[in-house]
């Protein structure tokens, strides 16, 4: 099978992306154990001191470095290749994602010193007053702007694709991709504001004080549809090559799967207030519409359960698979890609069921800010996200560097191990919050934790070890293939799965792009809007800046 | 080019009809809760100056804790703060079983949050903005707020206790 | 290309149905127990 060839530079740029990304993880992940040890009450940053200060300091790198790093090096590097191989041709203008990429780099080492020197202990949410250095809100802002630039070189590619191909259907995993861009870009102008007109003027002492209030708004408007940003990438990767990779299944609706992608678009960013129900500067009637808006959102991730469900059923059924189950142990399980995949996609229906909790209005008085909140999003970002790009880069690895994956049943075992570490560190979360557990809390060191929260603490430090095993083999697996002499004997075939219903019939409706995106943005006009006129027409810069950790 | 419908399979768009039904019923059930049960989310109270909220003698945070503005009915006026130490002002606060209570929460520097055991009073507690709610205890007992936001160092350490006596 | 081959044209994803109601009554009892501790601990208004 001939496919298309991506030229050994553009392989070189994309892989530039996921070595940095597996560098974040791999820094960031040696500090997700300790933090559960710190619920289990076994300290070990008495010992980091001269290096590390503070839980908060570790907190902030693993939040940092993992949410924020890991994801964003990963997706873009992962969304470049699926546009290349996808439309089936080279980058318009390297240079340009080669400017965006080192702007994330160098935005990477400037947010890092301050980190790493305590001067950003401030956590990945970085709420003011907390104040860190300069340097932190520099370093994101080239983050985001180098994801933009990044960006804008693959629309420019994709113009270019389109002015030569009038009538066709985008490709599927060049058409999600772009889409999860355009959602970035556009939903990345909530934090852009927040940093420039207000933490850097304040960090540099050219304005006194900042509005929390409107910090929070800002941030949220980036916030929830940031998850997106994680997600979509998983879902291209489910929909569209894990039934190949499964068992040569079919992507069972194609064109549900785009309208799929475009209710996300629209409906991702304007729900940001479902994060600040319980704040006190925004009006209940906003957060109960936002409320309404994140429902609906929950609806093209339920369309999506179904469609690649139903091609995973197909894949195993074409294996031989009988009987209403019998076809789940016909897929491909020997394969590392589709263990992790799989496993990612069970756990993540315990995210969906959390997640709906959360972004249930006044149900969130129940669960705001506890345990149960990490709890959720170690089973979305952490598992249904984290896991899957590992389960991505098991075949994508040997395809960027030609060397054959190291020791397959490891990087299978690796998946099991996070699977189980991660159930049962997620789950006494969830338990924890229930009880009224705080989130952000080292709680083996609290002085109000009941003798009854001791168990479930002792179980999220079991689960922080087992899955800190994993992240060890992975970590493995991944620089033993970087290093493997062995090569592969022809290059990877990319996993590609067909649609049963030939796209070209699929609605044209479905390939246009000018009126999802004219609807998205009036959309937030209407829902964000209002509150930001009222807002920032009453603005008061009144909090000074505070370093207290 | 010709105009396409959209094929959906059968078994799909029953699954979608059946999604979006289970969704209208969250939010229906989530509705009565808010708007015929009263369980709301805090509402725009007042904006302070958080520069002297603590201090300026006009403040009712400059004299933080419970008034009681008719039989079994409070306003619990409640600092809680980073600088110098990650406390909640007052720290303790008593009433009698049957009691209903009103809160009022400001920050004078970071982000706090604030959340009552076993109870539905849990919000976040902002410099310059005022936290609401109202809680009716009408069991006996200790009930501890917790900070829940990030707020320094002693995050961890930052709480009080509401003694509730029969 | 695509084709819609006989094959495809006779599968019905019945599996995959009952994944989902696995699914959707897992979601309703973990949010009906999170509802009903809301609804427990009364107004606040």
Not at chain 1, 127 to 140: E, M, Q, R, S
Request: glycine letters at 8%.
């Amino acid at each position: 099978m001939n496919q298309y060839q991506v030229s050994a530079a553009e392989k070189k740029f994309i892989g530039s992306h996921i070595l940095v990304a597996i560098l974040a993880l791999a820094v960031g992940s040696l500090f997700g154990p300790l933090q559960a040890f710190e619920h289990a009450g076994w300290d070990f940053y008495t010992y980091l001191k001269p290096w590390i200060k503070s839980y908060y300091q570790g907190l902030t790198v693993h939040g940092v470095l993992n949410a924020l790093v890991w994801t964003t090096f990963f997706i873009m590097g992962f969304l470049t290749f699926n546009v290349i191989f996808g439309l089936k041709r080279p980058l318009k203008n390297p240079t340009l994602n080669k400017v965006g990429f080192w702007m994330m780099v160098v935005g990477v080492l400037a947010a890092a010193i301050p980190i790493l020197a305590n001067q950003a202990t401030v956590l990945f949410t970085f709420y003011p007053p907390l104040k860190a250095n300069w340097a932190f809100y520099v370093g994101l802002t080239l983050v985001v702007v180098g994801s933009w630039v990044e960006g804008w070189g693959l629309f420019m590619t994709y113009a270019d694709w389109r002015k030569e191909n009038k009538s066709e259907r985008t490709p599927f995993v060049a058409f999600g991709s772009l889409v999860t861009i355009l959602l970035w870009q556009i939903c990345t102008l909530g934090v852009a504001v927040e940093i420039l007109t207000m933490l850097l003027p304040w960090s540099l002492g050219l304005i006194e004080g900042v509005d929390p209030q409107l910090a929070r708004t800002y941030f949220w408007f980036t916030g929830h549809p940031l998850v997106y940003f994680w997600l979509l990438p998983a879902y291209i990767s489910w929909y569209a090559m894990l039934p190949k990779q499964a068992g040569n299944g079919k992507m069972f609706s194609d064109s549900l799967a785009r309208l799929a992608f475009w209710i996300f678009l629209v409906l991702s960013t304007p729900l940001g207030f479902h994060h600040q129900y319980v704040d006190p500067g925004v009006p209940p009637a906003w957060k109960f519409i936002h409320s309404l808006l994140t429902f609906g959102v929950f609806f093209p991730s339920m369309m999506t359960a179904f469609t690649v469900i139903a091609s995973l059923e197909h894949a195993g059924r074409k294996q031989g698979g009988k009987g209403i189950f019998g076809w789940i142990g016909k897929l491909k399980w020997s394969d590392p890609s589709v263990t992790s995949q799989l496993l990612a996609g069970i756990l993540f229906f315990f995210g969906g069921i959390g997640g709906l909790a959360n972004a249930s209005y006044n149900v969130n008085l129940v669960l705001h800010n506890t345990a149960f909140i990490p709890g959720h999003f170690h089973l979305t970002v952490a598992t249904a996200v984290t896991l899957s790009f590992i389960g991505i880069s098991y075949w994508l690895v040997p395809y960027l560097t030609g060397r054959k994956l190291w020791q397959p049943a490891w990087a299978r075992i690796q998946a099991w191990v996070w699977f189980v570490g991660m159930i049962i560190f997620s789950n006494s979360m969830h338990v924890l919050g229930l009880l009224g557990a705080p989130r952000r809390v080292p709680l083996g060191l609290a002085p109000y934790v009941p003798a009854e929260w001791n168990s479930r603490l002792f179980q999220v430090g079991l689960g922080g070890a087992i899955l800190f095993v994993s992240g060890i083999m992975y970590l493995a697996v991944m620089y033993k293939t970087a290093t493997n002499k062995e090569r592969v004997e022809s290059e990877v075939i990319v996993p590609i799965a067909e649609a049963m219903q030939d796209p070209a019939k699929s609605p044209v409706w479905l390939d246009r792009w000018a009126p999802w995106i004219y609807g998205t943005l009036a959309l937030i006009v209407i829902v964000y809007g209002p509150q930001l006129v009222e807002q920032i027409a009453n603005i008061a810069l009144t909090s000074p800046g505070f370093r207290v950790w | 080019m010709s105009a396409h419908k959209m094929h959906v399979d059968s078994y799909e768009r029953n699954w979608m009809i059946f999604s979006a039904v289970l969704l209208v019923v969250f939010a229906t059930a989530v509705s009565v809760a808010a708007f015929g049960m009263g369980i709301q989310v805090p509402a725009p109270e007042q904006r302070v100056d958080p520069r002297t909220v603590a201090t300026d003698p006009n403040s009712p945070w400059s004299n933080p804790g419970l008034r009681e503005i008719a039989p079994g009915k409070y306003d619990a006026y409640i600092l809680a703060r980073a600088v110098p130490l990650w406390e909640y002002l007052p720290k303790e606060l008593t009433v009698p079983a049957g009691s209903s209570v009103t809160f009022y929460v400001t920050s004078p520097d970071v982000q706090h949050g604030f959340k009552i055991q076993d109870t539905n009073a849990n919000f976040m507690v902002l410099p310059g903005q005022v936290s609401k709610l109202t809680v009716k205890f009408d069991k006996a007992g200790t009930y501890n707020f917790i900070c829940t936001e990030f707020c320094g160092a002693g995050h961890g350490i930052m709480y009080g206790a509401i003694t509730v006596t029969p | 290309m695509a084709n819609k081959d006989k094959e495809d044209e006779e599968f019905r994803p019945t599996g995959t149905l009952a994944i989902l109601a696995i699914f959707v009554v897992t979601l309703i009892a973990i949010w009906a127990t999170i509802y009903m501790i809301l609804v427990g601990r009364g107004g606040t208004l």
